[in-house]
């Protein structure tokens, strides 16, 4: 077997060592929604938390500067997330999957094809309520997911996984059978 990232060929169709694609797919809508459900919800637990110390505490001058950091750190996150949802996006390509995400430290993540053993979708109550899923890459070697892509909408992830499974490679048992 040749190695794909080492063949010229590969490195020039693919625009591994060039510009990145332009056929990106970006996450919904619903998942900034979603997301900041999530947010919320921990907020809210974080804040019964707060008023409990406070309670036990009394006014003490510490539990006045935790209610205003948390403040600070709730209203960062949520300007954050916009930027995290456009900063993720992935691509199906015939030889590969690619995904990308991060707003200040990039993380790329290249997939072969060829090491994909398979593909799960799962849903959470909240992505349930939005209509989103995640899917998850599993490859050779690993017991835990290469790649997981939450909050992309559940057809969408219905539709990768099936063409997902049309393109991993068979190997010569599978052509027999």
């Not at 060929?9 to 591994?16: K, P, Y």
């Not at 949802?85 to 992935?90: A, L, M, V, Y």
């Not at 200040?104 to 349930?128: D, E, F, T």
């Amino acid at each position: 077997m040749t190695n794909q990232l080492l063949d010229a060929g590969f490195l020039d169709d693919q625009a591994l060592s060039g510009p990145l694609p332009d056929d990106w797919l970006l996450l919904p809508a619903q998942a900034l929604a979603k997301r900041r459900w999530v947010w919320l919800l921990r907020f809210v637990i974080v804040v019964c938390g707060l008023a409990m110390v406070h309670w036990w505490r009394g006014s003490h001058w510490i539990c006045w500067l935790l209610w205003a950091v948390t403040a600070l750190v709730f209203i960062v996150s949520w300007c954050w997330l916009p930027l995290q949802i456009r900063h993720q996006r992935f691509l199906l390509r015939t030889q590969d999957f690619l995904l990308q995400s991060g707003v200040l430290w990039r993380k790329a993540v290249l997939i072969p094809l060829q090491r994909v053993q398979h593909v799960s979708i799962s849903q959470g109550p909240l992505q349930k309520r939005f209509g989103l899923a995640t899917l998850k890459v599993y490859t050779a070697g690993g017991l835990d997911a290469e790649a997981s892509l939450a909050d992309i909408e559940h057809q969408l992830a219905q539709a990768l996984s099936e063409q997902l499974s049309r393109l991993i490679p068979r190997g010569e048992t599978d052509a027999e059978h």
